[in-house]
């Protein structure tokens, strides 16, 4: 599918109307421009930051075709960092012109799936998701945080904000991923594709322990990297059958998690074959096609296997923030070698539109605000 | 599908030969009935128990026709109890004349996966499950029990073999589906369909802290026994869509567990579609058919609701079975109501067509031996 | 140590001031009384309770001897449900005039402890604990509810304010005691005293899933009333060494928790003597006395026993307590029979010394208000 | 204490008698040498192995000063690798010859404790605890394995015997450490001493997501190689207050875990300290004096601080032993640092006094077979 761009002529910003701020905005399904808007509004629990980095996702161009429906006029990304531009009334502890990264899903922490800790389902099913869901996004010049208390992290001074912003999605969900997996110390996992979420993923089997990690992908950039990552070995899925290549390496008994970091109902029936029983299937993957996703009923034990499958969404939060820039701080991971290209958010529209067509070996794009 | 006997003339047991024992058998795929084997052997770690009081399970009907295969003379049944005819020299800390009862599931406790904690994936997946499926069955005047340290759990004086017999299978697994399910204190739980093992499941739930219990189930009598073993309230599918049912009946929220204890596609989907984000769909069923179990794609919030979906297979052991014992002792559960029918070794063929033919309001049909 | 009282001439609640409240407040350590304060004000997140049934703590009378250090003129109380008087501008989903009931720990939910999932450390150690702590408690015609949103639960329609007055602090810490010790389904359980935290810790054990709970108590009212919540064994610490009976009555195992719910030096120890290897002592004893708890050194298997000591401080939140009154609404628990003294709000100081001399065969009085 | 040593002419391995070992044994408390045996029996779920590496550990030192009571003659020794010599009739899957390892701590896998996953408290508390304590131990010509079926773990061709016999208790103690120690991922650790089982916590910590380790340890080289193993920051007890040190390193939070790895009350109650509210404390440390071990009580919060304070004995089996080993093959690990001393087993007592006085900066002494 491609987008369609109705910007034909973007305003500097040098011209901008006072209390106007330009958003990068999905204009309806399969139409994306830059626009003008009015500032956010700032309530007592609010807080209004400035953009200074920002990265597109994968998921901003699955937006734009449609996969949360249909939007107007509506501002996409959801990976940012900042500077307070105002802070709401109740919200303590910070100072404006502070330096903030705010994570992609910004959860109420009131409501009753925060209290039962299913933050990223606040207010119901992935309601935790509200950047260019529920309400404008990031990729303007400012951009509004609910929930402020809970949701600005203030990054240390030894981080850049292109370093800060890998933690809103990339490094969380990545995580995430790992971290649902429960590998024992010592244990075996594979990571299904190696895009910067499965490359995250393997960074994440890695910081917990993980002895033998199968990164599967087949693009030879995105393998390269998976080795930087830490991945042990890379399984082409394109020259062999992923689950008798994953097999092989683990001696008949399969691995202790398998990671779905695609999206594919394929290669999560791959996750759940390639599983040993009592292991883990972690799926981060979006699916986004089709009725249902398939658990091949003889690999799954005809329901009797010890196999789980857990599913989330991207973690949020001011205290897990902290926790993954201080990863960050200690050189236990570095996610720079993910950014390939670098724009102005007046070249937004050209990045996004190479984040959708995955061209040029692109992993992720930053870009800049003046 | 009907299973037909070649039993013509059941020996009594007085005319059995010496050395010799009576056997009630799957012959070959769709055929059942009594023949005579050969005492077993009993090697340093093994034991040799007589029987006295088994239980018929639907999966002994499911292997008739062919669930695990093609088998020849094969002794069915997996919940029994009995009396110690002898023990294997390396076996300490019993007696012979003992009264034991041995779990469905008779792991060896040594192997990798039972190290991992996996027990019923004991040497591989399923694997711990091995009467009258890699082993002859428990339904024969005598039985086999391997690695009989760690499976042959002394039954106390309070309580009756048939009791104790329940613990095999029908209490394992059922408490095993609530003990999967991640029940909050106070939470909410379903559980499709009340056959015995479902109603085992709700006892599990009662046992396990939840306040809301909504069994799913159509047949009468069934109904009647899930109100007397816990479930606040009952659900007949065949008379309204159990989710829309369950999500009225938590105004809205969906359960915090489903339980699966059917073995079917479509219970299974609605599992999933019935339970809250970040809740768990724990599946006990056997899943009999298909290339596929089905997960549908937007209840299951696109791949990232923070459903967990778990399965496992009746876990076994000494220390397992004496836990669930007390429950009885204590006065937590009782199994009794669920023995709808009573037979002699001798009739066990009518036993197990009823059971087949799941008429005359079976639930479980007790099996004594002379 | 006798708490003296300054309160010669309580008003009647129908002569005090325009927007004046009376309140039972500690005067100074030691001393306590009725006095007159102007109503709370309400913040945009806040919200103002009219009480109408409040219980009186033994950590009340703790706080009046010093536990928490010198207060001056602080309302007591945290346990209470009421009517809402007022609403914060940015709280939502309530009405005014809802009857609710607000736990003794009044979290705010944004902080890092609170986003780790410890909100009774909320902002640092016991920091949750705010009521009659660092904040006016709710032993007042009026009290002040900060984070209202998370805070304030609804009372269903089918509870008294009574009954759900005890959700505050008995039924969620008591129960936490429970939760926290990890208990096989099945398990055994030792609980240290049987006063109100310790009589729900012993129905929380029931509701987890223990077939033997041991009671250690000395007080026959109080024995009684534990056999009554599901005990199966008394022990009687005066008659016998609890340790000793607690081991003959596991056939020489010991418990696989024991809960401390007195605070004592040395039942904490006997919680870790007659605990199994691999068990777990849930502490939820307020431990008021001496620079240090003893862990006895061999029983704790030189520090290599697998015994978990677990700490908590009550639970709180909206969620936790809709869970916990539907425990009592589908007859899970009925916490009357713990009132053993009913007061009105006038004669609360009456109330306050018998909770303090624990005379008269007390377990819990309940005040109302007009 | 000195011991004393009543081997005046150690025998060369050709001269002893046919069926008759060397062992280096603990003659009684305080006296050590060696002297002869006959080789052990082998029953049928039995192996006996010919020692080729073994590793002597501190607490064989604490043993022959009477840690464990008197013994006479008791072979020494609880971390080797060696060689298959004779395996029992029950025993399949490895053949003689075969190269293996076996963890310090050999469980039945078939009691009680074993069953509910507390291998190492084998039939009672640190019944797991065999060698050179219960039976003899491993610095002989050749040792006895019971239960080898689950206890013995194959080498792999690319380990060195040395390397394996890392795993027996230094990889397998220290790993537990942080892995009870519940690190959330970019969490904060701190591991009080840095001795070969606080070195490995430290790894342990690293290998499971910690983004700040502290390593508290005086000894300079031992600081060097727990910088090298991966600690952030190291402090110096001998210079300054570890609880405050560590208490500014994290900004006045504390850690999210301690580990005690050293067995010493004072560091005990420090770690107690240094742990934030709902942080865990992780002893590994032997705590060898005085009746009772101390918690600080205001530190505890007063019992409600959510401090949990676990303990364990370093767990055995080959299951863990094959992941262990497979972190050193994939080179997460690398126990060779700490070999600082190397001797043949005619030399062992050498080594064994070199380990008690802990002169010459020794970590750990080698001892080879010839």
């Known amino acids: 599918m491609a987008t369609q761009s109705t910007t034909a002529t973007p305003r500097s910003s040098s011209r901008r109307l006072p209390g106007q701020m330009r958003c ?43 996969a949360v429906g249909e939007r107007f006029d509506h501002t996409l990304g959801h ?77 240390p001074d030894e981080l850049t904000d292109e370093q800060a912003a890998y933690c809103c999605d990339m490094l969380s969900t990545g995580f995430m991923a790992a971290e649902y997996a429960n590998i024992p110390i010592g ?5 299904f594709a190696q895009g910067p979420i499965g490359l995250m993923a393997t960074v994440g089997a890695r910081l917990l322990g993980a002895s033998q990690i199968i990164g599967v992908e087949s693009m030879p950039h995105r393998q390269k990297l998976a080795l930087r990552y830490g991945a042990d070995h890379i399984v082409d899925f394109s020259k062999e059958d992923p689950v008798e290549a994953i097999m092989n390496l683990t001696h008949g008994e399969g691995v202790d998690a398998a990671i779905e970091a695609l999206g594919s109902d394929l290669t999560f029936q791959q996750c759940i074959r390639c ?39 991207c973690p949020g939060g001011s205290e897990r923030m902290s ?26 529209e050209k990045a996004f539109h190479l984040m959708d067509n995955k061209k040029d070996g692109i992993i992720k794009p930053l870009i800049t605000f003046a």
Chains 1, 2, 3, 4 share one sequence.
């Not at 920002?54 to 937006?63: G, K, N, P, Q, R």
């Not at 500077?83 to 409501?111: D, M, W």
Request: hydrophobic share 35%; aromatic share 6%.
């Open 79 to 155: 990976e940012a960092a900042g500077v307070i531009q105002k802070l709401g009334s109740a919200v303590t502890g910070f100072k404006e012109g502070q330096r903030v990264v705010v994570n992609a899903i910004t959860p109420c922490y009131h409501c009753m799936n925060c209290q039962r800790g299913y933050t990223s389902q606040c207010g119901g099913m992935l309601g935790g998701w509200k950047f260019a869901n529920v309400k404008d996004g990031n990729m303007a010049e400012y951009f509004h945080v609910n929930n402020a208390q809970a949701n600005l992290a203030p990054i």
């Open 187 to 191: 244990g075996t996992v594979a990571v």
């Open 275 to 313: 599983t040993r029983p009592g292991g883990v299937i972690s799926n981060v993957g979006y699916h986004g096609d089709g009725d249902f996703i398939h658990i091949p009923r003889m690999d799954w034990g005809v329901g009797m296997s010890d196999k789980t499958i857990r599913t989330g969404l």
């Open 323 to 348: 926790r993954l820039m201080r990863l960050i701080q200690t050189g236990r991971v570095d996610p720079l070698p993910m950014t390939t290209h670098r724009f102005s958010f007046d070249e937004i």
């Open 24 to 66: 990068f905005v999905m204009k309806r399904i399969g139409e994306v421009g830059m626009m003008e808007k009015p500032l956010p509004e700032c309530g007592p629990n609010d807080a209004i930051i400035r953009t200074t980095a920002a990265l597109i996702c994968t998921s901003d161009t699955h937006t734009v075709k449609g």
